[in-house]
């Protein structure tokens, strides 16, 4: 079985920033594609951010300049760095993990953390 597992939520006033982080767990497994979906109340889940596996990188127009992913391939972990945060970026934020468990490649997701932030 493999595992995401969320963190780095929480409060923040406009202009703020904040640090996710998602890590993999389990055994035998690889990690391909890593990236942050998003979902704010009453709207469809969204792209942010996607990793591939080499590093490369593709941003959302809408938080291009201000948010940067990143992965630790050594602790299996995908990170997004939030920085001048506006109250639209509220919503709850998902990871996501193309990872080769076995012979299969599925996409994984995380349980999603809360990001709020005040104007």
């Known amino acids: 079985q493999v595992q995401l597992v969320g963190s780095g939520g929480g409060l923040v006033q406009a202009g703020g920033s904040l640090r996710l982080s998602c890590a993999a767990s389990?055994?035998?497994?690889?990690?391909?594609?890593m990236g942050w979906y998003r979902q704010a109340p009453g709207e469809q889940r969204e792209l942010v951010a996607i990793i591939s596996g080499g590093g490369s990188t593709t941003y959302a127009e809408s938080v291009k300049g201000r948010f940067t992913i990143s992965r630790d391939n050594g602790k299996n972990t995908v990170y997004l760095q939030m920085n001048s945060l506006k109250p639209e970026d509220t919503a709850i934020y998902y990871c996501?993990?193309?990872?080769?468990?076995?012979?299969?490649?599925?996409?994984?997701w995380g349980q999603g953390t809360r990001v709020t932030v005040s104007s």
């Open positions: 996501t993990a193309d990872i080769l468990f076995g012979l299969k490649l599925s996409t994984y």
């Open positions: 389990g055994s035998r497994f690889s990690l391909h594609a």
